[in-house]
């Protein structure tokens, strides 16, 4: 059974950082591009930063570049969202998500087949 887990979700104060990290268990990842994405309350859930398979490619939302870093290590089927300088319009569920074999990354989420539930961050001002 594939499954993706997030964790490092919380609460921290505007200009603080979090790490978050998404671990797929069920199959190997290293040759697909994987993605995070949130949903704030009342709003639809938009892309946030996505990495092809193999990590040289990498892909951001106007609204958290310079700010957020996206990586992946392969040997350990995680990924990993590295967020700083954090502002309280970040507050989300961040889900992390996976495209087919070989895909390139996406800023779409229809493009994505596997979802992790999702973790929370809040953003106090």
């Known amino acids: 059974q594939v499954q993706l887990v997030e964790s490092g979700g919380g609460l921290v104060q505007a200009g603080g950082s979090l790490r978050l990290s998404c671990a797929a268990s069920g199959r190997s990842f290293s040759n697909s591009a994987m993605g995070w994405f949130r949903q704030a309350p009342g709003k639809e859930r938009e892309f946030v930063a996505a990495?092809?398979?193999?990590?040289?490619?990498?892909y951001y939302a106007a609204s958290v570049k310079g700010r957020f870093t996206i990586s992946r290590d392969n040997a350990r089927n995680t990924v990993y969202l590295q967020m700083n300088s954090l502002k309280p319009e970040d507050t989300a569920v961040y889900y992390c998500?996976?495209?087919?074999?070989?895909?390139?990354?996406?800023?779409?989420?229809?493009?994505?087949?596997?979802w992790g539930q999702g973790t929370q961050v809040t953003v106090s001002s």
């Open positions: 990495i092809n398979w193999s990590g040289i490619s990498t």
């Open positions: 998500a996976a495209r087919g074999s070989y895909a390139s990354g996406s800023y779409y989420s229809h493009t994505y087949d596997y």
